[in-house]
T-cell receptor
Framework: AQSVTQLDSQVPVFEEAPVELRCNYS??????LFWYVQYPNQGLQLLLK??????LVKGINGFEAEFNKSQTSFHLRKPSVHISDTAEYFC???????????FGKGTKLTVNP | DVKVTQSSRYLVKRTGEKVFLECVQD?????MFWYRQDPGLGLRLIYF???????EKGDIPEGYSVSREKKERFSLILESASTNQTSMYLC?????????????FGSGTRLTVV
């Protein structure tokens, strides 16, 4: 069965520093991968998704993620963060042949001045 | 844009009450989902439906049931609410079109059971 591990529950960084939020998944079949962001007291917003093709995926707000099949990872990166990036980030996986979207437990990113 | 509308943003119910959470989507999506979100646990799938009157259990179905009588509407039912069902509930719908795939989430219903 598919599962998603977000390796860090909290990530504090300083403004303008680079950040990487890590996500690993387990699945024996083809997968589709997603990153969502949730700002305080708001709903889920799609940042980016990998369905097929290039393994480097660019999303909104300057974020990007790279699909690494051999390491079963889909890490999210941003070269320079802003205070406004403070939020909770969720990685999610859908297996081919299943309709279920399975989420990780989330990573809280706090950007400090 | 696809809209997934959850009828209530906040609900307070008493222990033992039967509770209905309603979700409506406006884009003819086949699949609809109910998740609950708890701090430190992420989103966990309760039930999903892939067609009218069709449903499948997710990872945490105990204490819940669902109803999908019309394609656009997916209801989550707490037969007898308990305090451990206090949570944020999120509804979603999904589409597959050619090589594209997407999920759209509602704004959530924060349920408090007292």
């Amino acid at each position: 069965a598919q599962s998603v591990t977000q390796l860090d529950s909290q990530v504090p960084v300083f403004e303008e520093a680079p950040v990487e939020l890590r996500c690993n998944y387990s699945s024996s079949v083809s997968v589709y991968l997603f990153w969502y962001v949730q700002y305080p007291n708001q709903g889920l917003q799609l940042l980016l998704k990998y369905l097929s093709g290039s393994t480097l995926v660019k999303g909104i707000n300057g974020f990007e993620a790279e699909f690494n099949k051999s390491q079963t990872s889909f890490h999210l990166r941003k070269p320079s963060v802003h205070i406004s990036d403070t939020a909770e980030y969720f990685c999610a996986v859908k297996e081919g042949g299943s309709e279920k979207l399975v989420f990780g437990k989330g990573t809280k990113l706090t950007v400090n001045p | 844009d696809v809209k997934v509308t959850q009828s209530s943003r906040y609900l307070v119910k008493r222990t033992g009450e039967k509770v209905f959470l309603e979700c409506v989507q406006d884009m003819d999506h086949e699949n609809m989902f109910w998740y609950r979100q708890d701090p430190g646990l992420g989103l966990r799938l309760i039930y999903f439906s892939y067609d009218v009157k069709m449903k499948e259990k997710g990872d945490i179905p105990e204490g819940y049931s669902v109803s999908r009588e019309k394609k656009e509407r997916f209801s989550l039912i707490l037969e007898s609410a308990s305090t451990n069902q206090t949570s944020m509930y999120l509804c979603a719908s999904s589409f597959v079109y050619r090589d594209s795939l997407g999920y759209t989430f509602g704004s959530g219903t924060r349920l408090t059971v007292v």
